[in-house]
């Protein structure tokens, strides 16, 4: 037998050990409701701290319509099968007291997110008494179960879920022996008519609490989605990002050549004389440069283009569905823009812009084989003597190709 099939073989057994421990510590309430050991992962204490107001206060709404919903149908229980005044008056203050008490009580913890995770197993274990007092009524009790349970497996999954489980147990075994329960499951027409505006209202506003964290987090997600692609400084898209969508790009345009209106070209662009900006005025200087001439970008090209920061003071430019003749003019013209905003001290101090501009061919084996062409055009542009535009053609050379990069911008 080899090795790698050995390895697979324990890899598997110890997955399989691994999952039938989770499930035996699911099933066993020492487990669940001892602490569990710390993880490297885990934040500090004190980064917990004062963690979960917004859990509270969205629980809380939750708990003040359910509870005050469900008063109804532990009452309708009550009238079915009378109990005495002090089961009234407790089940009273659960259902219109006990939601701002519980939602105090949390806001006040050191860290609000556990003590309300601790109220809602409270709740559950409020549920499994309830039960026992309505003497197993089943709608009630059914309609009771399932809307905490509702509660604890959105909160917090299986694990409080069962937590919730094992505290209803219980408090249905209390309330066996203190109130002398006697088995009635049946449920008159009364009692059900009063469980049906639990069962109608109670999942509607959950689900309107679930949908609303949901948009929430979908924002969330397309902030982060933005900020891993765009450039800080600048909000043009990053390198690691533009140099995806160019190899999309290059995809596309060799599945479609030769069909026509799948023209592109790229532009690669320097800023000249930038390092002169950084030394002489500063790089908060040079940062205003940056985003000043980023802007101008913008200003220039069209929306479909793709527009992206390379690194330092280079910029590259993707022109989507643009010949090449087209691309010639669009880059001239930008040129032309950059030299006349240099002159101005609030625009871009003095800074030129080198431009290399090659056109998508099909004898291009890779995407960076038409960096590589931008990268030797655009330094040929500022070898002959920068602000200009050079493009790229098999017979292009440059004058210090010995000499490495040219000297500083």
């Not at 549920?127 to 009524?137: D, E, P, R, Y």
């Not at 509660?151 to 066996?176: E, H, K, P, Q, T």
């Not at 009635?184 to 506003?205: E, F, G, K, N, W």
């Not at 479609?256 to 200087?285: P, Q, S, Y």
Request: charged share 20%; aromatic share 10%; hydrophobic share 45%.
């Amino acid at each position: 037998m080899s090795s790698s099939s050995t390895k697979a073989r324990r890899t598997g057994r110890s997955r399989r050990q691994r999952q039938l421990a989770a499930v035996l510590a699911l099933l066993n309430p020492l487990a669940l409701y001892r602490k569990r050991p710390a993880r490297a992962d885990d934040p500090s204490p004190e980064e917990l701290i004062g963690k979960g107001v917004r859990f509270v206060n969205r629980i809380y709404v939750l708990r003040a319509i359910g509870l005050g919903i469900g008063f109804f149908c532990v009452a309708a229980g009550f009238v079915q099968n009378p109990v005495g005044w002090p089961l009234w008056a407790l089940m009273g203050f659960h259902g219109f007291i006990w939601p701002h008490v519980a939602r105090q009580w949390a806001l006040h913890s050191k860290i609000p997110y556990r003590a309300e995770r601790r109220n809602l197993v409270i709740d559950a274990g409020f549920g499994g008494f309830w039960i026992a007092a309505m003497n197993g009524n089943l709608v009630p009790s059914a309609v009771i179960i399932s809307m905490l349970s509702m509660d604890n497996i959105a909160a917090g999954g299986v694990r409080l879920f069962m937590r919730g489980v094992y505290a209803s147990l219980a408090c249905f075994a209390l309330g066996w022996l203190v109130l002398d329960f006697h088995f009635m499951p049946q449920s008159d027409i009364a009692t059900i008519v009063a469980c049906l505006p639990m069962l109608a209202l109670y999942p509607l506003a959950l689900g309107k609490s679930t949908y609303d964290m949901s948009k929430k987090l979908a924002e969330r997600s397309r902030e982060f989605e933005i900020v891993s692609q765009t450039d800080g400084l600048t909000g043009l898209f990053n390198r690691r990002y533009w140099e995806s969508l160019l190899i999309e790009e290059f995809g596309h345009c060799r599945r479609n050549t030769g069909r026509g209106g799948n023209e592109a070209c790229l532009l690669l662009l320097d800023i000249d004389h930038f390092k002169r900006v950084n030394d002489t005025h500063g790089h908060l200087m040079g940062d205003t440069v940056l985003r000043n001439f980023s802007q101008l970008l913008r200003a220039n090209l069209r929306e479909d283009d793709l527009i992206g920061r390379y690194g330092g003071e280079e910029f590259v430019v993707i022109l989507r569905n643009t010949s090449m003749a087209d691309a010639r003019v669009l880059s001239q013209r930008l040129i032309d823009d950059v030299r006349r905003q240099s002159c101005d001290d609030l625009g871009l101090w003095g800074c030129t812009a080198s431009i290399g501009l090659v056109p998508f061919t099909i004898d291009m084996d890779a995407h960076y084989v038409w960096l590589q062409r931008a990268d030797h055009a655009m330094y040929c542009a500022k070898e002959q003597g920068r602000d200009r535009l050079v493009m790229w053609d098999a017979g292009l050379h440059r004058e210090q190709r010995d000499a490495g990069r040219v000297q500083a911008a």
